[in-house]
C-alpha cells in the first residue's frame, strides 16, 4: 500500500482512539454532577458489548438498547478486531502505554505466543461460569474494568492530587500564592468535588488497574492480548472476517512489519486474524510499501491460526464448572440474614447477582460517595457488587442517579416519586450508646436529618437519670419502621465517634418482597 | 468527684470573668434595639422597606467592607420547600450591601447535605454568581480554631472566611426545628462552624446562645415568607410550609429571633436557646419590652 495512505490510515485510527477515549470519560464525569433531570445517556459503551448483551439476554428483561451490541459485531465480521484498535478506550490507554514502554528502546516489547491464547480460555471460564448463575464477566470487561476503576481510583486520585497541589499554593504568602489562589477557587468551582470522594479498596482496584497499565511496558497491549474477554469474543468473529493485509512481490522479508504490531506478528510470518486489531502501524513501518490491505472471502488462500488447543478448551470448560459452581455453595446462599444493603432500585440478590456486570457506573453517579464497591458482605461472587456504606455517605432523598446509570436494571430505573417510597432498609438504634438513652441527654441531630416527610425517626420526652445521676426530662428518639426507607443519612450524621449509634440494616428490605 | 468539682468550679469561674467581658464587648447590652417587621406580597421589596426602616444598609456597611452574607443553605431542597433562605430576600440584601460601597461579598455556607446539591437547588448560588457576590464553599483546609469563649462553647473550628471580613450579615429562614424549637439566625450561625457539629446538639441551648454571643451579626434579617412549621429542619412536604410573606430585621440577634419565635406562634419564654440567651443578657426575651415597628406594604 502507498506510504502515503499508510500514514493516513494510521492518523485516522489515532484519532478514533482519542475520540472515544475522551467521550468515555466525558460521559463518564458527567453522571456524577448536575442536576437529576438532565441526565445524559452514560450506557452507550455498555450496550455496545457483546458480553453484556449476553448477561442481558441470561438475566432478563430484555432491554432494546442491546440490540446496539449487534453492530461491532457485524462490522467485525468485515474488519475483523477494529473495535480493540479503533474504539475501546481501554485499548487505546494500554497502546499508549506499550508506546511509551517502546520509545526509544532497542530492544522491542515482545508479546509470548501462548499467552494470546489465555484470553479464549479465560471467556470459556466466565461464559460457562454465567450460564450457571455466577455471573463474573464485569471483573474483566475492559468496559466494566474501565468504568470501575475510573469511578473508585482514578478520578478520586486525580482530584486529590490537584487538591492538593494548589491547596498549598494556595496558601502561599508571596506572589506564588497571589497566581495560585485564583487557579485554585476556580478548580473548586468547576473541577474539583467539595469533599473528597473516598471508596472501599479504593488501593486494592486502583493498584489493580495501574498494575495492568504498568504491564505494558513488560508485553504489549498486555490486557488485550492476553486478559480481555472481549477482545476474545472479537477475535474468535474476526477469524472470518473479510478483511485481511496480504504481502506483494516487494517483500524483502526484513521483519519491520512486527515492529510496533499490537501483538508482535508480522503479515510475512505469522499473520493472525483473530489478532490484528488493524491498528496499521505495519503499513507504516514497511519500508518497501509491500503490505496491502484487501477483502477476500475467508476461505480462500492460505491462512495461519492461533491453535488454542482442544484440551486446554477442555481444562477451561472444567474450572468454569468449578467457577460456575463454588460460589453457589456458600452460606450466604442459605442464611436470612446479611449486613449489607444495596442502592434504590436493586432487584432481588439473586437476580441481581446476575444482573450486576460490577461496572461501577453507580458509584461515579452516586453524589453522596455511599455507593461502594463491596468486598466480601454478598460472598466472594459480590465483590465490586454495590453496596450502600452510610457511613462514608447517605442515599440523596432528591435523587435517581444511581437507577438511571445502571446498564442492566439491576437497580431498576425509578422515578424520583417511586424512589422516594423505595425501602432500601430500616434504622435501628443501639440503645446502648444512643446519647439520648445511655447518658440521658438530648441529641436528635439524626431526627433533624431523616428526610421522609413526616419523619421516621421520632423522640418522646422521658423523665430518666442521666450519666450524672439526676432526674432529667430527656426526648428520646426512637424509629419508626414503616416510615422508614433506610436511606442511611442519621447513620452518617451520628455524631458519636467510636461507632454510629443508629445503623440501618437490611430488615424490611422492600427487593427482597417484590417479587 | 472532687476532682471533678474542683475543674467544674474553675471552669465556671473562668468562663464566668470571661463572658462578662464578652458582655461588655457586645454593643449596648441589654439595650432594647428595634425589631422591623414588614409584611407584603414581594419578598425583594419587603427585604429592602426593613433595612431601610432599620436605618438603611449604609448605617451598617462601611465603604470598602468586605461582608459575609451568611444564609441557611442547609439542604437539598426548593424555595416552595421553604428549607433555605429565600434567593429574592438574599437578592435584596446584596444589592443594598454593594449599593452601601461594599468592597465584596462573600456568600458561604457550611450544608448538611452536600453542598454542590444544596447551592444549585436552592436558587442562591446562580443568583447571587449573577449579582457579582463571592460565592464560597466552604473549605476544610480553611478551618482555624476559634474561642467562644462560652462555659459551653469555648474552643471549636470555623471557617476562616467569616473572621476575616468586616461585617457580617445573618440571613437565616424561619423555621420549625425537631431539637431546638426553632431554627432562625442564632442556630443559623450553627453553619461556619466545622468539626463535628453533631456534637453541639447536647444542651443545644446553651451552645447556640454562646455562640451567638461570641460571634458577632452586624445585621439579622429573618425571610418568614414561608416558613416550615412541622417536619424541620429538613422540611420537604409542601403542605408543611405556610406563607407569612414577612421579613424579620434587627440589629439585634437575639431580638430579632424573638420577635421571629413570636411570628411562628412560639412563645419565646419556651424556646431553651432563647431562655439560655436572655441569661446570657444577650438581650429582652419578652417581646413587649421591644420595640417592633410593624408594616405592610
Known amino acids: ?515 | 468527684m472532687k476532682r471533678r468539682t474542683f475543674v467544674k468550679n474553675g471552669v465556671m469561674f473562668s468562663s464566668g470573668l470571661l463572658l462578662a467581658g464578652q458582655v461588655r464587648a457586645q454593643d449596648k447590652p441589654g439595650s432594647a434595639a428595634p425589631v422591623i417587621q414588614v409584611k407584603g406580597a414581594s419578598p425583594y421589596e419587603i427585604t429592602k422597606k426593613a433595612v431601610a426602616e432599620i436605618g438603611g444598609m449604609g448605617k451598617i456597611v462601611s465603604r470598602g467592607d468586605v461582608v459575609m452574607v451568611k444564609p441557611n443553605i442547609g439542604w437539598n431542597r426548593t424555595v416552595e420547600q421553604a428549607a433555605c433562605t429565600n434567593p429574592e430576600v438574599l437578592r435584596a440584601v446584596i444589592e443594598l450591601v454593594f449599593d452601601a460601597g461594599a468592597k465584596k461579598v462573600v456568600v458561604m455556607d457550611n450544608t448538611c447535605h452536600k453542598a454542590e446539591d444544596c447551592y444549585q437547588r436552592s436558587g442562591i448560588e446562580a443568583m447571587a454568581r449573577k449579582l457579582g457576590a463571592d460565592v464560597r464553599y466552604s473549605d476544610e483546609s480553611r478551618l482555624v480554631v476559634h474561642n467562644f469563649k462560652g462555659e459551653y462553647l469555648s474552643k471549636w473550628p470555623v471557617f476562616r472566611d467569616h473572621l476575616e471580613v468586616d461585617k457580617f450579615i445573618n440571613v437565616p429562614i424561619l423555621k420549625h426545628h425537631g431539637s431546638s424549637g426553632l431554627t432562625i439566625a442564632m442556630k443559623n450561625l450553627y453553619g461556619i462552624l466545622g468539626g463535628n457539629r453533631g456534637k453541639l446538639h447536647r444542651d443545644m441551648g446553651e451552645n447556640i446562645a454562646e455562640l451567638a454571643a461570641g460571634f458577632r451579626s452586624h445585621l439579622v434579617v429573618v425571610d418568614a415568607y414561608r416558613i416550615l412549621l412541622r417536619n424541620g429542619p429538613v422540611g420537604g412536604r409542601l403542605s408543611d410550609v405556610e406563607m407569612r410573606k414577612t421579613v424579620v430585621a434587627s440589629t439585634n440577634i437575639m431580638h430579632a429571633d424573638v420577635a421571629a419565635a413570636v411570628l411562628f406562634g412560639k412563645d419565646p419564654r419556651e424556646v431553651e436557646f432563647l431562655q439560655a440567651a436572655h441569661a446570657k443578657k444577650m438581650g429582652e426575651i419578652d417581646i413587649a419590652k421591644i420595640p417592633v415597628k410593624s408594616l405592610a406594604i
Not at chain 1, 494510521?10 to 472515544?20: C, G, W
Not at chain 1, 434504590?344 to 450486576?356: D, I, N, R, S, T
Not at chain 1, 452510610?390 to 444511581?402: A, I, L, M, T
Open chain 1, 1 to 515: 500500500m502507498h506510504a502515503k495512505t499508510s500514514k493516513r490510515l494510521q492518523r485516522l485510527r489515532i484519532t478514533s482512539q482519542f475520540f472515544f477515549t475522551w467521550l468515555f470519560f466525558f460521559l463518564l464525569l458527567k453522571s456524577g454532577g448536575g442536576a437529576i433531570e438532565s441526565l445524559p445517556q452514560t450506557g452507550f459503551f455498555f450496550y455496545i458489548d457483546p458480553l453484556f448483551l449476553w448477561v442481558n439476554i441470561l438475566a432478563g428483561p430484555f432491554l432494546h438498547a442491546f440490540l446496539l451490541a449487534l453492530v461491532p459485531l457485524i462490522l467485525t465480521l468485515v474488519f475483523g478486531r477494529f473495535f480493540c484498535g479503533w474504539v475501546c478506550p481501554f485499548g487505546a490507554l494500554n497502546q499508549f502505554f506499550t508506546w511509551l514502554g517502546n520509545r526509544g528502546k532497542r530492544k522491542k516489547i515482545v508479546v509470548s505466543r501462548p499467552s494470546l491464547r489465555f484470553k479464549y480460555l479465560l471467556l470459556i471460564i466466565l461464559l460457562l461460569a454465567s450460564l450457571f448463575a455466577s455471573q463474573l464477566l464485569g471483573w474483566l470487561d475492559p468496559f466494566a474494568l474501565l468504568t470501575r476503576s475510573s469511578s473508585v481510583a482514578l478520578v478520586p486520585g486525580a482530584n486529590f492530587l490537584v487538591q492538593h497541589a494548589l491547596q498549598s499554593g494556595a496558601q502561599n504568602q508571596g506572589w506564588s500564592g497571589k497566581i495560585v489562589k485564583p487557579l485554585y477557587d476556580l478548580s473548586r468551582r468547576f473541577l474539583l468535588t467539595v469533599r473528597q470522594r473516598t471508596f472501599l479498596q479504593a488501593s486494592a482496584i486502583g493498584l489493580f488497574f495501574f498494575g495492568l497499565l504498568l504491564l505494558n511496558v513488560y508485553r504489549r497491549r498486555f490486557f488485550c492480548n492476553t486478559l480481555c474477554p472481549l477482545g476474545a469474543v472479537y477475535g474468535f468473529v474476526a477469524k472470518y472476517s473479510l478483511l485481511r493485509l496480504p504481502l506483494n512481490e516487494n517483500c524483502r522479508k526484513c521483519g519491520a512489519c512486527s515492529n510496533h504490531c499490537t501483538y508482535y506478528g508480522s503479515p510475512f510470518q505469522d499473520y493472525l486474524k483473530s489478532e490484528c486489531m488493524l491498528c496499521f502501524n505495519c503499513l507504516n513501518d514497511c519500508p518497501f510499501a509491500a503490505i496491502d490491505v484487501r477483502f477476500q472471502l475467508p476461505r480462500s488462500g492460505k491462512m495461519s491460526a492461533l491453535d488454542v488447543g482442544r484440551r486446554r478448551i477442555l481444562a477451561a470448560a472444567g474450572c468454569g464448572l468449578a467457577a460456575a459452581a463454588l460460589p453457589q455453595i456458600g452460606v450466604n446462599k442459605k442464611a436470612k440474614a446479611h449486613d449489607f444493603i444495596r442502592p434504590p432500585g436493586a432487584v432481588a440478590e439473586k437476580e441481581f447477582l446476575k444482573k450486576c456486570v460490577r461496572c461501577g457506573a453507580c458509584l461515579q453517579a452516586c453524589p453522596t460517595n455511599a455507593i461502594q464497591p463491596a468486598v466480601f458482605q454478598s460472598g466472594l461472587e459480590g465483590i465490586w457488587t454495590p453496596v450502600l456504606v452510610p457511613v462514608n455517605g447517605y442515599c440523596e432523598y432528591e435523587c435517581v442517579r444511581c437507577t438511571r446509570v445502571c446498564p442492566t436494571h439491576a437497580l431498576a430505573a425509578l422515578t424520583l416519586e417511586e424512589k422516594k417510597q423505595f425501602k432500601i432498609g430500616t434504622a435501628v438504634i443501639n440503645r446502648s450508646t444512643c446519647y439520648t438513652y445511655a447518658d440521658g441527654y438530648n441529641c436528635a441531630v439524626c431526627e433533624e436529618h431523616c428526610p421522609v416527610p413526616e419523619k421516621a425517626i421520632k423522640f418522646r420526652e422521658v423523665e430518666v437519670y442521666n450519666f450524672r445521676g439526676k432526674l432529667k426530662k430527656v426526648k428520646q428518639i426512637y424509629v419508626v419502621p414503616d416510615l422508614c426507607i433506610g436511606c442511611g443519612i442519621c447513620e452518617n450524621v451520628c455524631p458519636r465517634t467510636d461507632a454510629p449509634a443508629i445503623a440501618v440494616g437490611a430488615e424490611e428490605e422492600q427487593r427482597e418482597n417484590s417479587f
